[in-house]
């Protein structure tokens, strides 16, 4: 469905809004699919983010620095956002031997195997990019780097 039908609008200033609007639009059709399912999973999309983080460098543990680096979203209360995956058992949290000043998270067993109930549904919802031929999600990644700068 064309921007135009799905917001009922018929005329944009120019291209560059209709392509920013159509992005925004997209991006809360698609969050929202992922909130839902993340809920169903007592999760955030950071959570989530952050134990995909941890299952990549397990068995070894991550400082919050090294994880808030390559997250997608850069502004979360890592402190915060760990607390709530460590009450959930998701996560262990310990100071760092070497340097006392620094805390490491590493994913639990726990967490990794809600990590591989997901990762069925994951790639199920993914599939929303098969609409996409190869070049055209090539395209698409590519525009999309140009437009962050």
Same mark, same amino acid.
């Given at each position: 469905?064309?921007?135009?039908?799905?917001?009922?609008?018929?005329?944009?200033?120019?291209?560059?809004?209709?392509?920013?609007?159509?992005?925004?639009?997209?991006?809360?059709?698609?969050?929202?699919?992922?909130?839902?399912?993340?809920?169903?999973?007592?999760?955030?999309?950071? @959570?989530? $983010? !952050?134990?995909?983080?941890?299952? %990549?460098?397990?068995?070894?543990?991550?400082?919050?620095?090294?994880? &808030? #680096?390559?997250?997608?979203?850069?502004?979360?209360?890592?402190t915060r956002l760990c607390d709530r995956l460590l009450s959930k058992g998701l996560v262990d949290r310990f100071v760092n031997e070497?340097?006392?000043? @620094?805390? $490491? !998270?590493?994913?639990?067993?726990? %967490?990794?195997?809600?990590?591989?109930?997901?990762?069925?549904?994951? &790639? #199920?919802?993914?599939?929303?990019?098969?609409?996409?031929?190869?070049?055209?999600?090539?395209?698409?990644?590519?525009?999309?780097?140009?437009?962050?700068?």
């Amino acid at each position: 469905m064309k921007i135009e039908e799905a917001i009922k609008q018929k005329k944009f200033n120019n291209s560059q809004e209709r392509a920013w609007i159509n992005l925004i639009y997209t991006y809360n059709q698609l969050s929202g699919k992922l909130e839902e399912l993340f809920k169903r999973f007592d999760l955030t999309h950071q @959570q989530y $983010n !952050v134990l995909r983080i941890l299952r %990549g460098k397990h068995p070894e543990s991550a400082c919050c620095g090294a994880i &808030k #680096e390559v997250m997608l979203d850069k502004n979360p209360d890592l402190t915060r956002l760990c607390d709530r995956l460590l009450s959930k058992g998701l996560v262990d949290r310990f100071v760092n031997e070497e340097n006392r000043r @620094q805390v $490491n !998270v590493g994913i639990t067993e726990k %967490g990794l195997k809600l990590l591989e109930e997901m990762e069925p549904i994951m &790639k #199920e919802n993914s599939k929303i990019a098969e609409n996409l031929t190869e070049e055209e999600a090539n395209t698409l990644s590519d525009l999309l780097d140009k437009l962050r700068g």
